[in-house]
């Protein structure tokens, strides 16, 4: 952490529509980011983040996990940093990926693994997030791009973006807001881990400031 500027090799693993994929997808096809997406994952058969990695022709992959909903069993995690090894993988994207990630794909990419949540952390960890702060009453919702750790959600944070939560916001209408915010957030958390940006103190992310003539 917090050494030169790299292209990022990128693993992505997720669950659901994919947008938060796309977003990184279209930055490193504008030149926004230096990083290639060597293959994404989905514990989901029919996901349409899977659609969307075959739409630009990534190599993607279904991960059979059954039978747990939200566990990922050993035989799982291990086929798992065995595909990402295969493809050389050095950063671990989670990208809506519905389960916990246990100590041994931790270990395989230690610092290395991200996270997008959709709240500002440490409020509102866990599943629909959006829904937990829009029925507590809160006036401010968002996203948080942090590192992964043994915890659910409890990771070093890099970048936090927020929205206000308005009167009328449906769980609908204020999770759609939360993710503009997302699909701009986490291609700039990765722009600043590719350019050797970021570095852990005790838990907390330092970003550095850039370099002259850094990309
Ligand atoms: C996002 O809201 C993200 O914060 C959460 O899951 C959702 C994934 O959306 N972890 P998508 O599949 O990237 O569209």
């Known amino acids: 952490m917090g050494k030169s500027a790299v292209t990022l090799k990128i ?9 938060n994929m796309v977003s990184i997808v279209d930055a490193i096809e504008r ?3 230096n990083a290639e997406v060597k293959v994404v994952l ?3 058969r029919d996901a349409k983040i899977l659609e969307r990695a075959q739409q630009h022709r990534i190599p993607c992959q279904w991960i059979d996990c059954a039978p747990y909903r939200t566990k990922l069993d050993d035989q799982a995690e291990q086929r798992c940093v065995q595909i990402l090894n295969a493809y050389e ?5 989670l990208a809506g990926f519905m389960r916990i990630i246990k100590p041994g794909l931790l270990q395989a990419f230690p610092e290395r693994i991200i996270n997008i949540h959709p709240a500002l952390l440490p409020a509102f960890p866990g599943i629909q997030a959006w ?10 919702a968002g996203c948080t791009v942090h590192f992964v750790d043994q915890g659910t959600d409890t990771g070093p944070i890099i970048i936090q973006r927020s929205v206000p939560i308005l009167p009328d916001d449906t769980y609908e209408t204020l999770h759609a807001r939360i993710q503009v915010e997302e699909h701009i957030a986490y291609p700039e958390a990765l722009r600043l881990l590719a350019a050797g940006r970021l570095r852990i103190n005790d838990r907390k992310v330092e970003i550095l400031k850039e370099s002259r003539g850094a990309p």
Request: hydrophobic share 35%.
């Open 31 to 33: 030149g926004k980011l």
């Open 89 to 93: 993988v050095d950063t671990v994207v």
């Open 11 to 19: 693993g992505i693993l997720g669950s659901g529509s994919g947008s």
């Open 131 to 140: 829904k937990q702060a829009l029925d507590y009453g809160a006036k401010l």
């Open 42 to 44: 989905s514990d989901v």
